[in-house]
């Protein structure tokens, strides 16, 4: 394989190691492969004093990363028995919680679509730059899967209600609006980027951040937040849909509509996740969390079902089964958040 086919890029110039995601016809999406050879070079580059700045960015024109190899999830889940989604998680999950953690500035390029896992290489860095061209979300629950890498606890944090509506919508939103939901730092127009990058091979990050970030347009959730606080702040999905279509704002009825699209039982596990997700805590917990109902999700039929209709046969019409949140009980929401016994996570643990 020729370095311009490699999956995922490496190299450093000055001060800074660059990670390029390098898969841009599949719009960067992460492979198992990509995962353990990024936390192998923040392992080098953690113990080389050379390398004082982390850079990650997408290759292409699209985006940095619309997030993990669906396909694969799709076929594992479909025709395997799990496991190979199972590992990958693992170390994607570990590789979010070192992200975290990461004791040098961890600089990532949030240049055009970043969603699901694309979120998890990005948002848990410390410092975090979005654009003209950012479309930020975490749109798990239109395949029939929950948010992950990291989200609920991301989302948990977003301020009021916006967490929630982001998490059962899976709506995209720019560069304002993801400043707004704590999930970057700093805005930089696209065409600063060339200048960002080469500040960063000499320059600490913050103050070559500084040099180009500017004040983003104007986004739209701040004027949305009066319905989406009063509506989403329900416990039972069913509430937050009556909730949405009893509201006088238009925009509540619409995004009702969204949120009836989407897989009941993700709907339902969803909001269980993001509110536990609050009580957690640490990063890890959440993770370890997110772990069991991912595995969870590789045994019920929306998950495949899901990513058939958006992205194998693209009809966009999905049959979920249970068909409506009223047949989505407790107990079949519960299932989701089953220890796994010698098969956890464990990273709150460690």
Same mark, same amino acid.
């Given at each position: 394989?020729?370095?311009?086919?490699?999956?995922?890029?490496?190299?450093?110039?000055?001060?800074?190691?660059?990670?390029?995601?390098?898969?841009?016809?599949?719009?960067?999406?992460?492979?198992?492969?990509?995962?353990?050879?990024?936390?192998?070079?923040?392992?080098?580059?953690?113990?080389?004093?050379?390398?004082?700045?982390?850079?990650?960015?997408?290759?292409?024109?699209?985006?940095?990363?619309?997030?993990?190899?669906?396909?694969?999830?799709?076929?594992?889940?479909?025709?395997?028995?799990?496991?190979?989604?199972? %590992?990958?998680?693992?170390?994607?999950?570990?590789?979010?919680?070192?992200?975290?953690?990461?004791? *040098?500035?961890?600089?990532?390029?949030?240049?055009?679509?970043?969603?699901?896992?694309?979120?998890?290489?990005?948002?848990?860095?410390?410092?975090?730059?979005?654009?003209?061209?950012?479309?930020?979300?975490?749109?798990?629950?239109?395949?029939?899967?929950?948010?992950?890498?990291?989200?609920?606890?991301?989302?948990?944090?977003?301020?009021?209600?916006?967490?929630?509506?982001?998490?059962?919508?899976?709506?995209?939103?720019?560069? %304002?609006?993801?400043?707004?939901?704590?999930?970057?730092?700093?805005?930089?127009?696209?065409?600063?980027?060339?200048?960002?990058?080469?500040?960063?091979?000499?320059?600490?990050?913050?103050?070559?951040?500084?040099?180009?970030?500017?004040?983003?347009?104007?986004?739209?959730?701040?004027?949305?937040?009066?319905?989406?606080?009063?509506?989403?702040?329900?416990?039972?999905?069913?509430?937050?849909?009556?909730?949405?279509?009893?509201?006088?704002?238009?925009?509540? *009825?619409?995004?009702?509509?969204?949120?009836?699209? *989407?897989?009941?039982?993700?709907?339902?596990?969803?909001?269980?996740?993001?509110?536990?997700?609050?009580?957690?805590?640490?990063?890890?917990?959440?993770?370890?969390?997110?772990?069991?109902?991912?595995?969870?999700?590789?045994?019920?039929?929306?998950?495949?079902?899901?990513?058939?209709?958006?992205?194998?046969? *693209?009809?966009?019409?999905?049959?979920?089964?249970?068909?409506?949140?009223?047949?989505?009980?407790? %107990?079949?929401?519960?299932?989701?958040?089953?220890?796994?016994?010698?098969?956890?996570?464990?990273?709150?643990?460690?």
């Amino acid at each position: 394989m020729s370095a311009a086919e490699e999956p995922v890029l490496f190299h450093t110039t000055g001060h800074a190691g660059r990670i390029t995601l390098n898969r841009p016809r599949a719009l960067n999406a992460l492979t198992h492969t990509m995962v353990r050879r990024i936390d192998e070079a923040l392992t080098a580059w953690e113990r080389d004093p050379a390398v004082q700045t982390v850079v990650i960015t997408g290759a292409g024109e699209r985006g940095l990363c619309a997030g993990g190899d669906i396909r694969a999830i799709h076929d594992d889940a479909r025709d395997g028995d799990g496991s190979a989604s199972a %590992a990958f998680w693992r170390d994607e999950y570990r590789l979010n919680a070192r992200i975290a953690r990461y004791p *040098k500035p961890y600089v990532a390029v949030m240049d055009g679509i970043v969603m699901g896992g694309g979120v998890g290489v990005s948002a848990h860095g410390n410092v975090r730059v979005v654009t003209d061209r950012s479309r930020v979300a975490m749109p798990e629950t239109g395949i029939g899967f929950v948010p992950d890498v990291g989200g609920t606890r991301l989302l948990a944090l977003a301020p009021g209600e916006l967490g929630t509506h982001l998490a059962l919508t899976g709506t995209q939103i720019g560069a %304002a609006d993801a400043l707004l939901c704590g999930l970057a730092d700093h805005y930089v127009p696209s065409d600063s980027l060339p200048d960002l990058l080469d500040a960063l091979t000499g320059l600490p990050a913050a103050e070559a951040v500084a040099g180009v970030a500017r004040t983003p347009p104007q986004g739209v959730l701040a004027a949305s937040r009066d319905w989406i606080d009063a509506c989403y702040a329900a416990d039972r999905v069913e509430e937050i849909v009556r909730r949405l279509l009893a509201h006088g704002d238009p925009a509540a *009825k619409e995004t009702a509509e969204t949120v009836l699209s *989407k897989s009941p039982t993700a709907l339902k596990v969803t909001l269980a996740s993001l509110r536990r997700a609050r009580r957690l805590g640490t990063l890890e917990r959440v993770l370890d969390q997110e772990y069991r109902v991912s595995c969870a999700a590789l045994t019920m039929p929306d998950l495949v079902e899901g990513i058939r209709a958006q992205v194998v046969d *693209k009809d966009r019409r999905p049959s979920w089964s249970p068909r409506t949140l009223a047949e989505v009980g407790d %107990a079949d929401v519960e299932r989701f958040f089953a220890p796994l016994g010698e098969r956890e996570l464990g990273l709150a643990g460690e």
